[in-house]
């Protein structure tokens, strides 16, 4: 275990000193001063609304052992009141997060698995680290942890962990390049290339040229893992003769393949053929994207020379980060949180799961899709004909881009008197209250932005209601 020191602080950011210990050793970090616990060190982040260096004497009061600021004058009653505590001002705080997360990444030679797509990064990071925490002690990117200040965090938190699972997020060129650069994985994972913020990159070929940054930072003899059904991960590998590759997949010849694909209301099972003997691998949870989760897991497992024994343990045992794909029953009712962010192809995904599972009648409860750009209309437009496609019941949309999403659906089928196009969530609550039925199954899913979570909550309540 390595732990950061304030002299360290001063000669990798140079960084000034104003009052402490040079040699006060810094173990846990927040830049959340309404988070902040006895003894971590706050670093005032700036903004665009704001300045985190303003509210250091609010970190200070709630237990911080020490700050670290940017652009701001420490009073004399401040130094007099905590002459226990340490304070180092440097140029940049954001900059000095990445560069400590990067110097403490360079002191564990340790198995780095980093993953990123434009789908299920966050469930694939959760199965992917249940596999590999059958043999190791295990730190993990804590939900959507994902950018160019959660990454650094999560690395800062690194103490006598022997391996470690990060995801990596993107919006633009050079994000994911900035994030290798600190974590530098041994094994790098890309699950997919859909369409997530195309509206930003403006093609998918530009949204593979992100993905691909990754490897900017992999080490010289690591593996890259991809989802080889992918069509634009198939056709960059078919030309790649740099990167040692470990594809998965379910159509394309690929290392590791799945067969036999069974997926019930509650799991999926197939098999895979492992040293030349048939493998049965169970997931819980009803999904063919999951089954290529799970691929990608089992590579890791192998590339870690995880017994499959294990490699079965970890996948069946693995546990969702919360508001994905997050399943509840209540009095009858099943609600499916998906909630958490959406694109085509996680919306796609959805549905189908949707339609596999048990329920007298499945109803989803769809929202915008947000960062799409000039391509909104269409991607939305191409989710109605999923609704008819897997004979979804009821259909109802949030927001101005659903809109489409519903003229589709008429468009391709579906009876009108099964749609409704509302204005906001609180219409939504009110429709459910009028026609829930034992045995619904309800699909929730929209951009974050769309905030469905208020709907997700207060449809418990309300179904919790004798």
Known sequence: MYNITVK???????????????????????????KIKQGDVY???????????????QALQSGASACILQNIEID?????????????????????????????????NIPVI?????????????????VVATKYNVLKT?????????????????????????????????????????????IAVITNVGTAHIGNLGSRENILKAKLEILEGLSQDGTLIINN?????????????????????????????????????????YKIIDKNEEINIEVPIASKV????????????????????????????????????????????TIIN?????????????????????????????????????????LHSDIGKEICNNNIDILITVGEESKNIAQNAIENGMNKNNIYVLNNNTEVINLITKIKQINDTILIKASNGMHFIEIVNELKVLLNKK
């Open 8 to 34: 360290d602080i001063i000669e990798q950011c140079s960084g000034k000193i104003i009052m402490g210990d040079i040699n006060k050793e810094c173990i846990d970090f927040s830049t959340d001063t309404r």
């Open 43 to 57: 670093i005032g982040l700036k903004g665009e609304k704001f300045d985190g260096s303003q509210f250091y004497k």
């Open 76 to 108: 004399n009653e401040t130094k007099e009141n905590y002459k226990d505590r340490t304070i180092i001002i440097v140029e940049d705080t954001l900059k000095t997060l990445q560069k400590l997360a990067k110097y403490k990444r360079s002191k564990y």
């Open 114 to 130: 980093a993953i990123t797509g434009s789908v299920g990064k966050t469930s694939t990071k959760d199965i992917i680290a249940s």
């Open 142 to 186: 804590e939900g959507n942890f994902n950018n160019h200040i959660g990454l650094p965090l999560t690395i800062l938190r690194l103490k006598d962990h022997d391996a470690m699972v990060v995801e990596m997020g993107m919006n633009n060129l050079g994000e994911i390049s900035l994030l290798t650069d600190i974590a530098k994985p041994t």
């Open 229 to 269: 059904d992918n069509d634009m991960l198939h056709m960059w590998n078919e030309k790649n003769d740099i990167y040692k590759v470990l594809d998965f997949g379910i159509e394309n010849n690929s290392k590791l393949m799945a067969k036999d694909i069974k997926i019930n209301s509650t799991s999926s099972q």
């Open 290 to 333: 999951f089954i290529y989760n799970s691929l990608s897991a089992i590579c890791v497992g192998k590339t870690l020379n995880i017994e499959i024994n294990k490699i079965i343990e970890g996948i069946k045992n693995f546990e969702l980060s919360k508001n994905r794909m997050e399943v509840t029953t209540i009095n009858k009712v």
């Open 338 to 378: 998906d909630c958490y962010n959406a694109n085509f192809d996680s919306m796609k995904a959805s549905i189908e799961s949707l339609a596999k599972m048990e329920g007298s009648r499945k109803i989803a409860i769809l929202g915008d899709m947000l960062e799409l750009g000039e391509f909104s209309q269409k």
